[in-house]
């Protein structure tokens, strides 16, 4: 018979207990509780011997029921669209990282850009009773809406800019990026411009915002495809083709993500195009490859993983009841010129 076993012997039959911690180290159940939740304030060698007899009887803390005592549960929850492209992976990063040295714990769930998901989401994540949730984005069901204000919960929206958060929102205008590339592209003077996007709210608000700035110097073309997000390498092949069928003359094009900017961009390479002096290509992300096609691709730069952390130390300052957190806490973002526009 193991250590293990023996432990497990002294203890009642079914899931190991708080008492039975307490009755295997010799102490009283205030004091494992106090060297589960604040173990700085146990001596050392009272903390060993009870950690040691949780290691020998497997026994997992019930946070939750201890969580309900104290209103803390040390559980932040986070949506986002999908973790598939280092676009959210990034500012998922930067959000657990902040968090779990703050000794509390992500629970993530994936929207899938989909509205009546994030609800499902939203309810099933607060019937878990965590200490604050991150959305993001900034356009929700009414019945989200109302779920959360009702929840008086700390809330922190991400990737969006709003002079009107739910709570607090960290990020930044969709539709000043699309304005800072249009402005970026004019100034190469080319014949025509194109916006090639997905339909998801933040990158609709990017081609807005790019169409408003050029309104009364150029229409803005638009592929006839249909592209839902996340959108792929296929979509901006497809749709670049689309374009440069369409006729002469130069062509600046501004994409709703650097994966379909690289689509684009092959589609061009193909056909021979010559870049950026024939035609401009502009993507958004700044992904890890960006820097490395042929020719390297000029592209929006966000710092994702500060979202995550600045989202994570807005919601922890208000879970200690911090009331100066800012409503609105701005990224910056800029071009990043390269050999394709």
Known sequence: MTEHDKTKNNVTNGPVTLADIAKLAGVSPVTVSRAINTPSLVKPRTLEAIERVIAKTGYVPNLLAGGLASRRTRLIAAIVPSVASTIFAETIEG????????????????SGYDASREL???RAILARRPDGIILTGITHLKETRAMLTGAGLPIVEIWDS?????DTAVGFSHAA???LVAEHLLIKGYDRYAQVG???PRAVQRRDGFVGRLKGIADVELPELEMNSPSTFRDGRMAMAQLLDRGEGTLGVFCSSDVVAHGALAEAHARGCSMPDKLGIVGFGDFDFAPHTHPPLTTVRIDRREIGTKAARSILRKIEGDKDVEAMINVDFHIVARGTA
């Open 120 to 122: 499902e989401l939203t």
């Open 162 to 166: 709003t002079p009107s958060p739910l």
């Open 177 to 179: 990026v699309g304005v």
């Open 95 to 110: 959000l657990n990282a902040e968090l779990v040295s703050a000794d509390y714990q992500l629970l993530l769930g994936l």
């Open 198 to 200: 997905a339909n998801d």
